[in-house]
Each structure stands twice: as C-alpha cells, then as structure tokens.
C-alpha cells in the first residue's frame, strides 16, 4: 500500500509537468495562426509607402526579419502618427512600429528593445557665397573682433610713439602732432603684427626696438588667434563646428512645423521659421534663403541621398536623441519573443547593411 502511494506521488508532478509543456506548445501553434495587425505611418527612411501601397523602409524591413523569425503571419495597416498609442489601446492593432519612445507613451503602452537611435543634426550649405559673406561682414562678432584688434594696436602704437618721438623725428615725432604721431604708432603697429613690414617706419632707440620685438613675438600669437576668429566671424559655421543651441542665436534657422527640432527651439528660445515639409526647408537652404535647418540626422540624409540638387552637409549634434522600438499592448505574451527575435535581427551583419542602404554616411555628408 505503501508503495502504491509513492508510485502516485512521483506520478502527479511528471503529468503536471507534461501537461505545462503540452499547454505552452498549444499556446506557440495557436499565435502561429494569428494575423497580427502591424500599424504603420509614413515615416521615411524608417516607413515608406509607394503610390501603390506598399511598403518599405528600415523599421518595415526590420519587422518583415522579426516575423519570419517569430513565425507569425501579420497585416501592414497604415494609421495616423498622432493615433499610433491609441491604436494598441483601442486593438485597432497589436503592434506598432513606432517612430520615438517616450516617457509619456510608456505609462499606457509596452515597447520593444530599442532598434535604432536618432541624433539631431543641422543642415547647412557646402559654400559660401558673395551675398552670404557680404552679410557675414555685418556680424556682430566680426566687429567685436575688429574693434578688440584696433584697441590693441592703439595701445601698443601708443606706446612706440610716446618712446620713439624724442629720438625718432622722421618716423614719429618731429612736426606731428600728438594725434597723427600716434596714428604714426598705429600704422607701425598693424604691418608689424601683420608681417608686412614696409620699412616706413621703425624704432631706433634701446626701448623702442625691445617694444618692437616683443611686439613681434606677441603679434604672431595674436594673429594666429585672430586669423581663426575671423575666419569664423566671416565663414560662419561652414569653418568650424557649430555649438549649440549658442550658434543657432546668431544664425537664421528653419523647422518643420510641429516637429521635435521645433519643439527644441523654441524650448531653448531660438529664433527660427517654419515649414511645412523638410523638403522645403532644405530647399530653402540651399538657395540661401536660410542658413540651416535642425531636423534628424538620418531623415535628413536619406533626403539629400534621394535628391541629387541639394548639395547640403549634415553635422550631428548631441542633443534631443530619439530612440525608435515597436509598441505593443501592456503585458501582451508576444513582448518576450518580440524582443528575443529583434536582439537576433539587429546584432547580425545583415541590419548594418540595411542601415547603410536607407542612410549611408558618405564623407562631407
């Protein structure tokens, strides 16, 4: 008798066991006849539709790779960006790809692992032209340099004139007054520090011509900083790396119209103007119209990619990333091999490929 029980009690936890492993594969063949209502907006390069249709993109050709991997059949239903969220919780669809996770979304919705991360970027011209260094010279910073550079020589002009106009009449003293001697100074002090050197004018006292060398030493130092300055000043951004959001004050700026570059200028109080579309806005840049616009790096260089007329160049900035992932439905069972299938696809050789189909980082891009 004893021995009957124990015999059913190792019994009980194998057929509670078995049965577990019988319900979950039971479960795996029932989603695999599930179609999965996948919802989609246009959204290039991530969502494109064509006249016809269909679609294609980086976030559509992921989901294609996850589905074969999951093995679940699914419908591509386009709806409205502004609906995506609700979409899940109305189950007018179990999946969406979703263009930005955000704090707020999370609270009613579950997302996927983070497939692809979008930085900022600006969008400016490659040269310059006449009209557009014409009004670099009206920049304040060009004349704040200036003025700075003429204070210095001033100083430095005054000081020879007042050493040099006792012992030096033909250069700096004789019948000159106190003003056009030091305009004197002035004049010697600029070829000086700019090496030209005429020869016109020069020092000839012990305490003029140690002035005049450390003047030199100073001057060369000074106008390799200067130089850099105003070649900034005059060329704007296209010498030099553009800071933000400081530079952006002092440049003539453009945004979509309700997009998240938008959102950030006017967060941090830049000046700027909108447009209804990027391909506008860039457009717009490249006629010189505006000075750059501030949009997603890989947006805006699958659109130049797609546009042989816009010679633009693109600079990433870190600020206001974006983080792209599928959204499902809270405590939806298909989340776990979501993930799994997504972490298979984007660690692969294959989805580099695909990134670098949809937005190449060609140099000077």
């Given at each position: 008798m004893m021995l009957k029980k124990a015999f059913l009690l190792f019994l009980l936890p194998v057929s509670l066991f078995s049965k577990n492993i019988f319900a979950q594969a039971d479960s795996l063949s029932n989603n695999q006849n599930i179609k999965l209502m996948v919802g989609v907006y246009s959204q290039p390069p991530y969502m494109i539709a064509d006249d016809k249709g269909n679609w294609d993109g980086i976030s559509i050709r992921l989901w294609r790779a996850v589905a074969d991997r999951m093995d679940v059949n699914y419908e591509l239903k386009e709806i409205s960006r502004e609906a995506a969220?609700?979409?899940?919780?109305?189950?007018?669809?179990?999946?969406?790809?979703l263009e930005d996770v955000t704090a707020a979304a999370e609270e009613k919705i579950d997302?996927?692992?983070?497939?692809?991360?979008?930085s900022m970027g600006i969008a400016s011209s490659r040269g310059?032209?006449?009209?557009?260094?014409?009004?670099?010279?009206f920049n304040q910073r060009f004349w704040y340099i200036a003025?700075?550079?003429?204070?210095?020589l001033l100083i430095v002009g005054s000081i020879i004139y007042f050493i040099e106009r006792s012992s030096n009449e033909e250069s700096f003293g004789g019948e000159r007054s106190v003003v056009r001697g030091i305009g004197s100074g002035f004049w010697w002090a600029g070829v000086t520090m700019t090496t030209i050197g005429y020869g016109d004018k020069s020092p000839v006292t012990f305490w003029g011509r140690a002035v005049a060398l450390i003047w030199m030493l100073v001057a060369m130092a000074v106008t390799a900083v200067l130089t850099a300055s105003l070649v900034s000043a005059v060329m704007g951004n296209s010498a030099s790396k553009i800071a933000v959001p400081g530079d952006l004050r002092e440049m003539d700026m453009l945004a979509v119209e309700g997009s998240f570059a938008a959102d950030y200028l006017q967060q941090e109080r830049v000046a700027f103007k909108k447009s209804k579309d990027l391909p506008e806005a860039m457009k717009a840049v490249r006629d010189h119209k505006a000075d750059a616009v501030l949009n997603s790096v890989p947006v805006m260089r699958f659109t130049i990619n797609n546009d042989p007329d816009l010679a633009l160049k693109v600079q990433p900035v870190n600020i206001d990333p974006h983080y792209y992932a599928f959204g499902i439905r809270q405590g939806d069972s298909l989340r776990e091999p979501l993930?799994?299938?997504i972490l298979a696809v984007i660690n692969s050789a294959l989805w580099q490929q695909e990134?670098?189909?949809?937005v190449p980082e060609k140099r000077g891009r």
């Amino acid at each position: 008798m004893m021995l009957k029980k124990a015999f059913l009690l190792f019994l009980l936890p194998v057929s509670l066991f078995s049965k577990n492993i019988f319900a979950q594969a039971d479960s795996l063949s029932n989603n695999q006849n599930i179609k999965l209502m996948v919802g989609v907006y246009s959204q290039p390069p991530y969502m494109i539709a064509d006249d016809k249709g269909n679609w294609d993109g980086i976030s559509i050709r992921l989901w294609r790779a996850v589905a074969d991997r999951m093995d679940v059949n699914y419908e591509l239903k386009e709806i409205s960006r502004e609906a995506a969220v609700n979409a899940l919780l109305q189950k007018e669809a179990d999946i969406v790809l979703l263009e930005d996770v955000t704090a707020a979304a999370e609270e009613k919705i579950d997302f996927s692992h983070i497939y692809h991360k979008a930085s900022m970027g600006i969008a400016s011209s490659r040269g310059m032209t006449l009209s557009s260094i014409a009004k670099a010279f009206f920049n304040q910073r060009f004349w704040y340099i200036a003025a700075m550079l003429s204070i210095l020589l001033l100083i430095v002009g005054s000081i020879i004139y007042f050493i040099e106009r006792s012992s030096n009449e033909e250069s700096f003293g004789g019948e000159r007054s106190v003003v056009r001697g030091i305009g004197s100074g002035f004049w010697w002090a600029g070829v000086t520090m700019t090496t030209i050197g005429y020869g016109d004018k020069s020092p000839v006292t012990f305490w003029g011509r140690a002035v005049a060398l450390i003047w030199m030493l100073v001057a060369m130092a000074v106008t390799a900083v200067l130089t850099a300055s105003l070649v900034s000043a005059v060329m704007g951004n296209s010498a030099s790396k553009i800071a933000v959001p400081g530079d952006l004050r002092e440049m003539d700026m453009l945004a979509v119209e309700g997009s998240f570059a938008a959102d950030y200028l006017q967060q941090e109080r830049v000046a700027f103007k909108k447009s209804k579309d990027l391909p506008e806005a860039m457009k717009a840049v490249r006629d010189h119209k505006a000075d750059a616009v501030l949009n997603s790096v890989p947006v805006m260089r699958f659109t130049i990619n797609n546009d042989p007329d816009l010679a633009l160049k693109v600079q990433p900035v870190n600020i206001d990333p974006h983080y792209y992932a599928f959204g499902i439905r809270q405590g939806d069972s298909l989340r776990e091999p979501l993930n799994r299938a997504i972490l298979a696809v984007i660690n692969s050789a294959l989805w580099q490929q695909e990134l670098d189909r949809y937005v190449p980082e060609k140099r000077g891009r």
